[in-house]
């Protein structure tokens, strides 16, 4: 890992458990024009660069901070390595988490507004519009924001309800109240639904912090990144909400349906733009509900895996005007009465044996296409 010195502005190597042992800082920004890239630092031109003052400006306020180091995405990532390059994204939700605070510069906010109203330039920023700068404002516990002219505009936790409102991230999320692993997938990749970044790429790999995977990079794979992502999610988690995307939210409904197709996976981070409020619903209690329309001869099991077919999971089976429907272990804040559920377009009759309660009495182990990776 590479930090930069906040008194010379030279980088230096450190060893792998060093950002762990000393405090250093972060910065938090959205790329702009003419950034100082890792080959550009230590030579003599990078001082021409426009990008070069957002440098210097970091480690004067580091500096005057008392840290002697700060980590800068633009500049302390050889790019040129591709496995340093996949290291250092792999990584990167742990860094800014370590870090003692994170400098969060906002190139298009004006200083003198107050971030609380309606049409500040704060609720407006592309900051908030980008990718990787959700895992930046969510890991460190400590951020401080900046606007355009280096002037401080608050911190986190001073603006935690507008940030919330701005990137819907619950506020226990942002405070570290409550932990992202008990938050579910579906809520987590909702806050990046409506969130772009350059690289189509990388609207899965500014994920990977978030949702607790590691994978290598495949620049070049398009949206399939995002298709091995939740490949990732599935063999390390048996959380079904990863299935609740595209839904249709109509409460006359017992089931809010999503979208049909002919997968059990998403496309992409926007599929789950209406997953905000869906929770997830432990494997004991999903039973309890339906304990009474299942037969002992074919258990509830709430695991699931990818198989070199699909998608192998058990779910409840019921009925719906368009054809049949698989109830998800999950639940929506708003309806606790209710839950989200896949459409099926294909099953075997010879499954199903009886009826009871709206559900079918047992439940059908069905592999569903899932998207392959190419």
């Not at 001082?47 to 480690?59: A, F, M, N």
């Not at 302390?76 to 496995?83: E, G, Q, R, T, V």
């Not at 990787?132 to 606007?147: D, H, S, Y």
């Not at 079918?360 to 190419?374: D, F, G, H, I, P």
């Amino acid at each position: 890992m590479y930090l930069l010195n906040t008194s010379t502005l030279q980088l230096e190597l450190q060893p792998e458990e060093f950002p762990r042992l000393t405090k250093y800082a972060i910065l938090s920004h959205v790329w702009g024009r003419e950034e100082v890239t890792f080959r550009d630092i230590n030579g003599p031109h990078a001082v021409r660069l426009e990008g070069y003052t957002k440098i210097e400006r970091c480690c004067a306020q580091a500096l005057a901070n008392g840290y002697q180091y700060v980590w800068i995405d633009t500049c302390c990532i050889d790019k040129s390595s591709s496995a340093e390059l996949s290291e250092a994204i792999n990584s990167m939700y742990r860094w800014y988490e370590d870090a003692a605070v994170c400098y969060a510069y906002l190139a298009d906010v004006l200083s003198h507004e107050n971030p609380v109203y309606e049409k500040s330039s704060f609720r407006l920023s592309r900051y908030f519009r980008r990718g990787w700068t959700l895992q930046e404002v969510i890991a460190p516990r400590r951020v401080t924001f900046f606007a355009r002219d280096w002037v401080k505009i608050g911190t986190k936790a001073s603006e935690i309800s507008v940030i919330s409102e701005v990137t819907g991230v619950d506020r226990r999320v942002l405070s570290k109240s409550l932990p992202l692993t008990e938050v579910s997938v579906a809520k987590k990749i909702s806050w990046a639904s409506r969130r772009e970044t350059t690289r189509v790429e990388d609207r899965a790999y500014s994920l990977m912090g978030i949702v607790g995977v590691h994978m290598p990079l495949l620049y070049g794979e398009g949206e399939n990144a995002f298709i091995r992502l939740q490949h990732e999610i599935i063999r390390t988690s048996n959380d079904q909400s990863i299935f609740a995307w595209g839904l249709n939210i109509d409460p006359t409904r017992s089931l809010f349906l999503g979208h049909p197709s002919s997968s059990l996976l998403a496309s992409s981070p926007s599929d789950f733009c209406g997953c905000a409020k869906v929770d997830r619903i432990m494997p004991n209690k999903f039973l309890d509900l339906f304990a009474s329309s299942l037969s002992k001869d074919t258990p509830y099991k709430s695991q699931f895996s990818m198989t070199n077919s699909g998608v192998q999971i058990t779910l409840p089976i019921k009925r719906t005007p368009s054809g049949y429907s698989a109830a998800l272990a999950c639940q929506m804040t708003a309806y606790p009465n209710k839950m989200p559920a896949r459409p099926l377009r294909e099953f075997r009759n010879e499954l199903f044996s009886g009826y009871r309660k709206g559900f079918y009495s047992k439940t059908v182990t069905a592999v569903q296409n899932a998207a392959k990776t190419r």
